[in-house]
């Protein structure tokens, strides 16, 4: 029973550390949030939907970096536009 659950974990831990390696990176301009998803439209248009881990009060308009499901603002959206 103890070799089982110990394989388990090791192809749990293994599957978490791959889905990481995984994660997609962005910067642009965010265009919508919906809980932790972040989607992100760059320079060219193209817009992407990220999972980040914290949004940390980021809103449409901020200009976003996203690198590893980190979230960092480049550029807040002006004030009273």
Partial sequence: MKKALAVLLAMVFTV??????????????????????????????????????????????DVVEIKGGVLKVVKKKAAGY
């Fill in 16 to 61: 978490g550390v791959v889905g990481l390696g995984f994660a997609q990176d962005a910067k642009g301009t965010v265009t919508k949030i919906e809980a932790k998803k972040v989607t992100v439209k760059d320079e060219k248009g193209k817009e992407t939907t990220v999972e980040v881990k914290e949004t940390g009060g980021t809103k449409p308009g």
